[in-house]
């Protein structure tokens, strides 16, 4: 296989490779991509199944108390009537509980919070037989979720078995389920607009459903195909599983969190199902995106080594070329330079080998100053003409060629004239035969006069004086072998050596360099050997007298003819200034590693979004790692999973730093809501500082601080005692409304509550349970308020006011006799009470449109009056200041 077959080949390789490499990385991050959609939609499944959980154990645990309490008797109206009081109170108490009843053995309802279902008989119903059928008075039977004919709305029946004399049956008590009130919980989970959280019932009937595009409720999901089924067939509490929804549906197929909800301590008959999904093909979309990019760069890429490969090989193809023509060149030269030594005005000497005469050209011997008999071929002494201070370098570096450890005999020195003075001359030769054994057979040598060479090198001398550290030429034969050719008189200052010492060989300077350092200096000599690139390094020495010194040096190599390299360069001390970086460099590890312990998480971000630096504090809020989120961008998609309001965050965010641009560098200081690798949300007050492209972020974690701040809040405006608004609170409200209805020309009304004979309870009973008698009157007052914006609070002692914008005077009077009603129906016993046996409550009812001549004060005192009126009549009685309402 040819040469450039072979590249190809190596080159389809190694792209394919890449492509495998390339694949592999993508199937990883499609794997991860997947297992954090599974842990997310998990962690939504998890909140659905804890709060359902809290809800039902509430529910049954009413349940429990209603179903072992006894029966009034038929002729017992009032009995009767207090349990009917008392479910009401219950139904208003329980999020999302309609309606609770007591049936008896026959099915018909005895008492309920609704007084329009007493008397119906419920003995056919589903749930009822399914009640009937528990196997035992702890069972909490969930009854399968049927649709109203009234208002179409889907329920669900919880119930319990009342025991009758002697351990049998005796009814059932049921509280119907309104779903809907659930789905408020099921948004709040909804993270992605793909995505949809559902409740279905265990026997397979979907009863609620939480998405952008909700499917109708009621359909069965019990065919053995769908997640629901395959979910409860595992006999497993939680399930990740990937499926259609609904069996034979032509829609996408979603991955989807299971978890059942039935909790051991409840004896549920029938679980319920929660479930958490997504479109697959929407979870996997952003993958996909990277995919393609992917496959359009390895195409690329591709495209561009084959491109790189064809314009290499036809370079290396003119390069044989122009090789085979240089060498046909370098023939052709070969022998015009023998001729040129015949007749040139070089100084030419030539040798054939040990015991052979020497001869030396006539312009060799007038070079001298001798004439051409007056040295004959004989004369050797041509060694004894040379400087003594080069004589042993000269005599070195010839024996070296001549042993064929050189390929060229090249060097510059000084000979003696006849005269006696010295003339520079620049000296080469090559061996031009051998015998089988190595030895010189040939030799032919060149002296070309340099007289100018010892002035100018005298010059140079004197200019190196003037410059700090050494000039130098380094040479580096074939053989690995140095020498410095030249050094200024700052080596003795530089290696504590005089020139001479190095001229010959340049080993000694490598022993004074640094143990640690030696390898480093000499690899990167070898590079620079290698590619002829300029040299540069800084290193240390150990001098004899000055101990360890830093040493900057920089050259450039020359390749010569003869295959070694010539260094042109520079070296000098730089132990001051090394010192002080090194210093610089000691300050900034300290200001880093400070910056690492600060008490605030901080990271810093260039101008492409990299985040370059990231403290441990700000690791340990947020836990995404480099690898995680290298830019902020990605940084984004993790700390602000919600997409709106991650773009509305990143808008703000870009306003801060323009604004910062704009005003010194500061970055104003927000609040955003960030999530956590482990899905912690905080509360961070962020800022920073930016300088040039880059800034510096701020994170201070504000999230207990917000809790203070909110408790701090809820201790200033409730009533420690009670639970409910205090007097401050009250009064600040007061006047909003007032305020309020004024505009709209609303009514605003008022109650006030007092308790009958509380002064008496307190004497009689103490006063830990007189607190405990305030804190249900509050409690049942508050329930008592269906609407968001009604205020129930405590006035003073024993006295309590309501407050209820857009309410006239019948609404006021109908919702104080409630209140006086619920109160009742807590059945405290009050055995110092003339007007009951249990605590009761008189009322005092007030209401207007807020008008230009009135004030919230001067109603306050008319429901203050009424009050009077009512406790004045009897007690346990409403007054509106036109009738005085009967007892309750």
Known sequence: MTRPALQWRWLAVVWLALGALLAALLLLDRNETLARERQHLAQQVGIVHDNLVRHITSIDAVLERLAGEPLAQPFDARARQRINARLHVFSEALQGVRTLSVLDADGTIIASNRAELIGHNAANRDYYRAARAAPSADTLVLGKPFRAVLDGGWYLMAGRIRPGPGGGFGGVVLATLDPAQFLTLLESVRYAPDMRIGLTHGDGVRFLMASEHPMPPGIDLSDPQTLFSRHLASGARQSLLRGALVDGDDGPAYLAALRTVQPPELHMDKPLVASAAREWSAVLSPWRTKVWLAVAAQLLLGAAACGALYLLQRRQRELRQHQRALAHREQQLEARWRAALQATSLGIWEWHGEGSPTHFSPSWKAMLGYADEEIDDQ??????????????????????????????????????????????????????????????????????????????????????????????????????????????????????????????????????????????????????????QPWHDEYRVRLPERGERWLSGQAQPQLLDGGAVLWHG???????????????????????????????????????????????????????????????????????????????????????????????????????????????????????????????????????????????????????????????????????????????????????????????????????????????????????????????????????????????????????????????????THGGSSVAGVVTVSAGVASEVPGEDGTPEALLARADAHLYRAKAAGRNRVDDGTVSLSQP
Request: net charge negative; hydrophobic share 40%.
């Open 379 to 532: 004369d050797h002494g041509w060694q004894q003409r040379l400087h003594p201070d080069e004589r042993e370098q000269v005599l070195a570096l010839l024996a070296r060629h001549l042993r064929g450890e050189t390929p060229l005999y090249e060097t510059t020195h000084r000979i003696r004239c006849k005269d006696g003075s010295y003339r520079w001359v620049q000296a080469r030769g090559r061996v031009l035969q051998r015998d089988a054994e190595g030895r010189p057979l040939h030799f032919v040598g060149s002296f070309g006069d340099l007289a100018e060479h010892g002035e100018d090198r005298i010059r140079l001398d004197r200019l190196a004086e003037q410059v700090p550290g050494m000039l130098y030429q380094y040479q580096v034969e074939p053989d690995g072998s140095s020498r410095f050719p030249y050094a200024s008189a700052g080596v003795q200052g530089v290696y504590g050596f005089s020139p001479e010492e190095l001229r010959a060989d340049a080993s000694p300077v490598f022993q004074r360099i640094h143990p640690d350092d030696l390898l480093r200096v000499n690899r990167s000599i070898e590079a620079a050997l290698r590619t002829l």
């Open 570 to 828: 520079y070296l000098h001390d730089v132990t001051e200034a090394k010192q002080q970086a090194l210093q610089l460099q000691e300050t900034e590890r300290l200001l880093k590693h400070l910056m690492n312990e600060m008490p605030i998480g901080l990271c810093m971000v260039d101008e492409d979004g990299r985040i370059y630096f990231r403290n441990r504090r700000f690791l340990e809020y947020f836990g995404y790692t480099e690898a995680q989120a290298p830019t902020l961008h990605e940084w984004a998609l993790h700390a602000y999973p919600d997409p709106q309001y991650r773009a509305q965050i990143g808008q703000q965010w870009r306003q801060a730093l323009q604004q910062a641009h704009a005003s010194g560098g500061d970055i104003p200081v927000h609040e955003y809501r960030t999530t956590a690798a482990s899905g912690v949300q905080r509360t961070m007050a962020i800022g920073g500082l930016v300088f040039g492209a880059h800034f510096l972020a701020t994170f201070m974690d504000r999230t207990e601080q917000q809790a203070q701040s909110e408790l701090l809040h809820k201790l200033a405006y409730m009533d420690s005692l009670t639970g409910v608004a205090n007097r401050r609170h009250f009064d600040q409200t007061l006047q909003a409304e007032w305020r309020r209805c004024r505009r709209s020309r609303q009514p605003l009304a008022l109650i006030m509550v007092d308790i009958d004979h509380f002064k008496q309870f307190n004497d009689l009973y103490g006063h830990q349970a007189g607190d405990a008698c305030m804190r249900a009157v509050a409690g049942a007052l508050r329930a008592a308020l269906a609407r968001s914006h009604d205020l129930a609070a405590r006035y003073g002692g024993e006295e309590f006011v309501c407050l209820l914008p857009e309410c006239d005077l019948a609404g006021a009077r109908a919702k104080a006799q409630a209140l006086c009603e619920a109160v009742q129906a807590l059945g405290i």
